[in-house]
């Protein structure tokens, strides 16, 4: 499966691989050597530690390079009256009564503990493309689905400060 991503994803992507490959490699490496001159590694905490560090870091950029290799990269403009990435959109859930704010990203980025909902999760496909006004069936499953109303959609914001998830 290949994840979509947008030109913005893929920068904040390689501007991590960079840091991570100059900076926090540099840095684990030194810790890893500093940890070794310690002496007898079966007792040394510090050596476990720095070595599992390391790993952890080679890993972050081995997965980032991937995603960017495999990545559909789309576009994140949409049309100033439809929900598309990176809007803010109030959604009204008729069953509960309630009105919850979200921001359509790429699943990349999705959060729902921060109401960032990817375009691909069963709310954020019922709504992507749609009008304020329009009533969307959100289908869970083949047998269980609700219904929404968009009620406003802000075009303002931007995916700056959404982080790249962490996996």
């Not at 840091?19 to 926090?24: A, G, M």
């Not at 598309?84 to 990349?108: A, C």
Request: glycine share 4%; net charge negative; with cysteine.
């Amino acid at each position: 499966m290949h994840d979509e991503l947008t030109e913005s994803d893929i920068r904040k992507m390689k501007e991590e691989i960079e840091y991570r490959k100059l900076v926090v490699r540099k840095s684990a490496l030194e810790d890893v050597k500093e940890a070794r001159a310690q002496g007898d590694l079966s007792e040394n905490f510090e050596y476990k530690a720095a070595k599992k560090f390391k790993n952890e870091n080679e890993s972050r950029i081995r997965y980032l390079e991937k995603m960017i290799k495999t990545a559909v990269v789309i576009s994140d403009e949409s049309k100033e009256d439809e929900v598309g990435m990176n809007n803010t959109v109030d959604v009204y859930f008729e069953d509960d009564d309630v009105t919850e704010t979200y921001k359509i990203v790429t699943t990349v980025r999705g959060n729902s503990l921060k109401n960032l909902i990817s375009k691909e999760s069963p709310l954020g496909a019922a709504i992507y493309g749609h009008k304020v006004g329009d009533r969307c069936q959100v289908k869970v499953n083949d047998s269980f689905s609700y219904y929404v109303i968009v009620k406003k959609i802000d075009n303002s914001s931007s995916d700056e400060e959404d982080s790249i998830r962490k996996f």
